[in-house]
């Protein structure tokens, strides 16, 4: 006896995976607040470096102007980095893992 008399309505194509929900939309949605969250943060940095050199006063308390202007850049430099590789850091992350996916796995999602 053939396997296929054994089990009816097998056959020896892939069956592609069955849909259990949309996760468009929630990525979408995901995506469009971290973006806002990205742009909230770059406006209040600006707002601060703004503030900082248009007031020649401006300066944190125990600290003189010039070292407030180098911790506020300091700070501004950390933030823009951190930003960067809080993006960056996933993308790598998932590049390393897909490097571990067979042929077959990769070409699924080469065809989206």
């Keep these: 006896m053939s396997p296929k008399e054994l089990l009816p309505g097998i056959t020896a194509s892939e069956c592609p ?14 995506r469009v607040r971290a973006i806002a969250r990205d742009i909230a943060q770059v406006l209040l940095l600006a707002g601060v470096d703004y503030l900082f050199i248009h ?4 300066h944190l308390p125990l600290m003189d102007r010039q070292h407030s202007l180098m911790l506020v850049g300091a700070i501004n430099g950390l ?15 998932a590049r390393r893992i897909a490097a571990t996916w ?11």
């Design 17 to 30: 995976p069955a849909v259990v929900c949309r996760s468009r939309p929630s990525i979408h949605r995901a």
């Design 79 to 93: 933030s823009i980095a951190w930003l960067w590789l809080s993006r960056a850091l996933p993308l790598w992350t």
């Design 102 to 112: 067979s042929a077959a796995e990769r070409r699924r999602f080469e065809r989206r």
């Design 55 to 58: 007031w020649p006063s401006t």
